[in-house]
């Protein structure tokens, strides 16, 4: 039975992802995301968003994925009434055919960096929601076959995110989304935490490069990001699920020691996991 708590986060939540309590989502982008059917869903751009990408993995300023993870926490409980959850799994039912055969969608699945990563984890937690076992699998069988050995180095950097501007936001928001993928598709045996290829690279080489700059920032072999380094890095939700999964205990102790919730604007939109306690359900 979900808590008072767990049900105030997933409304939380809801109202995110319907506009009705996030302060910087215009009516444009609203009536874009949700008015329109899913043709232009995606992130909404005022005055020029039918002329560029629509980056799918923009949706996580919505904590779409954490909507989806509460509306779970909740099934059977009074607060929230069975007739709603069944519109809820239609609308990520929708919403999963939208980014599975949408010319936006199909384009998100295919990007080599951080969209792909965010493609394949949201597709995961929605088809995990709906009971679509058929994406579950496609999901799996693309974390090993595409993510690992498109975006891991052998020394577990990653190269696309480390050209970038910003390479220390955004290798920890490529390694949270990746780690996330790997926590929900992972169970028992059958887990892709272990998963390697032949010369070593998997998740955990992702893991181990990474977690000495998040200890010690000042370590960065890199130059700094253009903007907002300083505010980096958070409470990684990488380091949990990896903590976990590989009984690091040094992974933990340094999650914990982090910013829970960070107030930056760009921090936000690139901390994928900001309830962690719906997530470990």
Known sequence: MPTRSQTRLWR??????????????????RRNHFGNGWRDLGEGLTGQWKRRRVPVHQQRHGRTGGVARGAAVLEGSQSFASSAGDKVKRWFSEYLNWMTTSAHGIEEREAKNNHGSCWVLQVTEFARFTGNTELLSFCRERFASVLIPNQIAPNGRFPLESARTKPYAYSLFNLDALATSCHILSHGQDSLWEFELPD??????????????IEDKKSWPLPPDVQYFDQWP????????????????DYLKVWQRLNPDPTVAEVIRNFPIRQPVLWLT
């Open 234 to 249: 958070v409470r990684q939700p990488s380091l949990l699920f990896g903590g976990l999964a590989f009984s690091r205990t």
């Open 12 to 29: 939380r939540g809801r109202r995110r992802v319907d506009g009705r309590g996030g302060r910087n989502v215009s009516r444009h982008s």
């Open 200 to 213: 070593g690279r998997g998740i955990r080489k992702g893991l181990e490069y990474m977690f000495p700059y």
